[in-house]
């Protein structure tokens, strides 16, 4: 195995976070890849950075997605009317299976968006209230 600085390994670690694909890093540095998973499992942090850049890219994403709310009504506007036509008149290129389709995938991913705000709008909750029963069980253990 090629001999790399500490620089270098935090640089390989670095670069699978981001990726997440042994192959890519290793072609980068131009080694095996079993040599860079040594190097990543050898990182006892990669869960927690992992989990970190998970939690970047979902946040990202969702302030993307609120952006575009404007866009996601125009958008969902025109399919519902295409919809509301061709459930009047359906021809022989487009089904109202196909619109309907479309429609149901926006919907899905709409209500994905929701619940992931749920989520962390109830981890953000909790750890009010964590702070709140911790500071009453301080009281109380002062009063005795």
Known sequence: MAKFTDLEKKNIVA????CQNYSEVA???G???EAIRLIVKADKDIL???EQKKEENTQTTLEYMQTQHETKKRILDKLLKAIEIK???IDVFTSIKDLATAYGIILDKELKV???QRQQ???KNNGVLDDLMEALKNVK???Q
Not at 15 to 18: A, I, T
């Open 15 to 18: 670069d699978y976070v981001n």
């Open 27 to 29: 072609k980068k540095y």
């Open 31 to 33: 080694v095996s890849v």
């Open 48 to 50: 927690k950075k992992l």
């Open 87 to 89: 459930a009047e008149d």
């Open 114 to 116: 929701l619940e992931i």
């Open 121 to 123: 709008m109830d981890t």
């Open 141 to 143: 253990d002062t009063k």
